[in-house]
């Protein structure tokens, strides 16, 4: 049961083009979205997030668009540096927790590689 | 900048051994989680825990698995009875407040059971 999708196992883009990954999810009592990027040999770490009452988060090169109507989140990074080149997972969970854990719903990943 | 630490980076196995994966979370998180990945696979979450509880636990996280946080520091998954199909990257993870659901990822231990 695949709950979050990420459909382009990886992605290809000159360095100082936009990068743009996908996420795509069935479950609509998710309500908080994150991305992560993991370096191979290390754990993922957090890159940015959105909350379902907004539709677009921006932090620096790194935007986040979420379009809940069609259950669809994706990533933008502008300009790309070589240095973007990771495997970048999305995440989905609930914003409501009664024990203050939240348990993420990752997707499988898009390996981004940024051509120097 | 403070981060989580997993011991062992990698461990090898018999099928049917106890092994115990070591993770000491960030010093004043209070919200821990392990998750796995196998190879080539998503990353997938196994249990949370707070306040010497479990809070949530996930279909993968049967009577084999356990944790505990037995000195206030580190916080360990036991593997009573290892399977091969349980082969996979062991993540650790913390978080420090409730309603922050960023979650610090440690750097993961390689769980070969041959």
């Known amino acids: 049961d695949q709950q979050v999708k990420q459909n382009s196992p990886s992605l290809s883009v000159q360095e100082g083009r936009i990068s743009i990954l996908n996420c795509d999810y069935t479950?609509?009592?998710?309500?908080?979205f994150l991305w992560y990027k993991k370096y191979p040999a290390e754990g993922p770490t957090f890159l940015i997030s959105?909350?379902?009452?907004?539709d677009k988060n921006e932090d620096g090169r790194f935007t986040v668009f979420l379009n809940k109507s069609a259950k669809h989140l994706s990533l933008h990074i502008v300009p790309s540096q070589p240095g973007d080149s990771a495997v970048y997972f999305c995440?989905?969970?609930?914003?409501?927790?009664?024990?203050?854990?939240?348990?993420?719903?990752f997707g499988t990943g898009t390996r981004l590689k940024v051509l120097a | 900048e403070p981060e989580v630490t997993q011991t062992p980076s990698h461990q090898v196995t018999q099928m049917g051994q106890e092994v115990i994966l070591r993770c000491v979370p960030i010093?004043?998180?209070?919200?821990f989680y392990w998750y796995r990945q196998i190879l080539g696979q998503k990353v997938e979450f196994l249990v949370s825990?707070?306040?010497?509880?479990?809070?949530?636990k996930s279909e993968i996280f049967d009577d084999q698995f356990s944790v505990e946080r037995p000195d206030g520091s580190n916080f360990t998954l036991k593997i009573r009875s290892t399977k091969l199909e349980d082969s996979a990257m062991y993540f650790c993870?913390?978080?420090?407040?409730?309603?922050?659901?960023?979650?610090?990822f440690g750097p993961g231990t390689r769980l070969t059971v041959l």
């Open positions: 010093s004043n998180h209070l919200y």
């Open positions: 993870a913390s978080n420090r407040d409730r309603g922050v659901h960023e979650q610090f």
């Open positions: 995440a989905a969970s609930s914003q409501y927790s009664t024990s203050g854990t939240y348990k993420y719903i």
């Open positions: 825990f707070y306040n010497n509880e479990i809070s949530e």
């Open positions: 479950n609509s009592m998710f309500d908080y």
């Open positions: 959105i909350s379902s009452i907004k």
